[in-house]
């Protein structure tokens, strides 16, 4: 499968632990975009990549969240301190340019519960 | 602010039965509209764009900016349709990325 891959697939921690999601974009794709999505939502905005530069970072992306994509190719997402609120889906897309222009390519996404 | 609405949660029709996903956006610039689909156990994936003004699988959507609205409509239904759709906002200048979803609007198709 040559799409986008996530790991891990679900993810069961206790509040306060801290939790590390990673993702490998379509191997051509230079953007590389994060979404969460809760229950009866659609999926909401935190943060893109475009190679190895952040260039956009969501109001709900607070201190406790921070993404990386070292190398311009996978990414990772780490949540410190989790608290109850943070239990969702963690979706991981790339495209090759602009999502207004190219489309973007999902994961199977990270299901994450904080108990 | 961007904002998506998606007024039916849940839409039913029969096979043959034409159909229409209603998708209300809110934004005073100039928008860029998608519909994304997520088949069962499958990946959520684009549909269509706006600015494509094309037809998928049979689906077309028309940016109505007198309405603010970008409804989904495919004549004729069919069973492989069944999915959860969702409409997504975005807004090109300044560089923004970011798209706004919808809740979605999950579609069953009755044989």
């Known amino acids: 499968d040559t799409g986008v891959s996530q790991n891990p697939r679900h993810k069961i921690t206790k509040r306060g632990q801290n939790v590390t999601f990673r993702c490998d974009p379509i191997?051509?794709?230079?953007?590389l975009y994060w979404y969460r999505q809760t229950l009866g939502q659609g999926p909401e905005f935190l943060t893109y990549?475009?190679?190895?530069?952040?260039?956009?970072k969501s109001r709900l992306l607070s201190d406790r969240f921070s993404a990386e994509r070292p190398k311009g190719s996978f990414s990772t997402l780490e949540i410190q301190r989790t608290e109850q609120g943070d239990s969702a889906m963690y979706l991981c897309a790339s495209s090759q340019g602009s999502s207004y222009n190219s489309p973007l390519h999902f994961g199977n996404g990270t299901r994450l519960t904080v108990t | 602010a961007q904002r998506v609405t998606q007024p039916e949660k849940l839409l039913s029709v029969f096979k043959g039965a034409p159909v229409e996903l209603k998708c209300n956006y809110s934004y005073s610039g100039s928008p860029e509209l998608f519909w994304y689909v997520q088949y069962s156990r499958q990946r959520l994936q684009l549909l269509l764009r706006h600015i494509s003004r094309e037809s998928i699988k049979g689906f077309t959507a028309d940016l109505n900016k007198g309405e603010t609205s970008f409804h989904l409509k495919k004549p004729f239904a069919q069973e492989e349709d069944s999915a959860m759709y969702y409409c997504?906002?975005?807004?090109?200048?300044?560089?923004?990325?970011?798209?706004?979803f919808g809740k979605g609007t999950k579609l069953t198709v009755n044989p």
């Open positions: 191997s051509e794709h230079n953007r």
């Open positions: 990549f475009q190679n190895e530069a952040q260039l956009e």
């Open positions: 997504a906002l975005g807004r090109r200048q300044g560089g923004s990325e970011k798209l706004v």
